[in-house]
């Protein structure tokens, strides 16, 4: 009989930490997951002093330039204009 108390006592922490809900990420975290929205200061500046943490991928694009397009949401893209505008940052 002492087996049944103890398999019900080690079964409900367990049932109880089954249920737990695995954390979920912020809307903004999803919406901006390589930190875009740390650089959109500098949006409208001409050649812009830009400094991306050591690891960071990102790329710099001319809008009247041909560009590679894959999806790289961990990825920064400056797009500048003719004139070294910066014109939008965003994640791809």
């Known amino acids: 009989m002492k087996r ?5 006592a080690l079964a409900v922490p367990l049932a109880l930490a089954a249920c737990a809900a695995p954390p979920e990420e912020t809307p903004e975290a999803e919406a901006d997951p390589c930190g875009s ?12 002093t830009i400094t991306v943490p050591e690891g960071q991928a990102y790329r710099i694009a001319r809008e009247d330039e041909p560009m590679t397009m894959e999806l790289i949401q961990e990825r920064l893209t400056f797009m500048f204009d003719r004139r070294g505008e910066l014109l939008s940052v965003s994640c791809s």
């Open 37 to 48: 929205a740390r650089y959109t200061h500098l949006i409208g500046q001409t050649s812009p």
């Open 4 to 8: 049944h108390y103890l398999a019900a």
